[in-house]
């Protein structure tokens, strides 16, 4: 997921896809099917990765407004 992410900061979305992916990691594209089934699948486990980041922060920010 924080492939992803990082090589989105760098290309965009819309251009992130297995095979640069694969060059990221410098593996060859199949091998990532080994892990994912498509790159839904791997925008689907980034966005869930992100919302847990958002979530935690969300809660700690809440906890520090809340002890102030």
């Not at 099917?33 to 922060?57: C, D, G, S, W």
């Amino acid at each position: 997921m924080l492939a992803t992410i990082d090589l989105a900061s760098k290309i965009g979305l819309a251009s992130v896809s297995f095979p640069r992916l694969a060059e990221y990691f410098s593996i060859k594209a199949p091998s990532l099917y080994n892990h994912f089934k498509n790159m839904e699948e791997v925008r689907v486990a980034t966005a869930v990765h992100l919302q847990r980041i958002l979530n935690h922060q969300l809660t700690q920010s809440m906890i520090a407004k809340k002890s102030c």
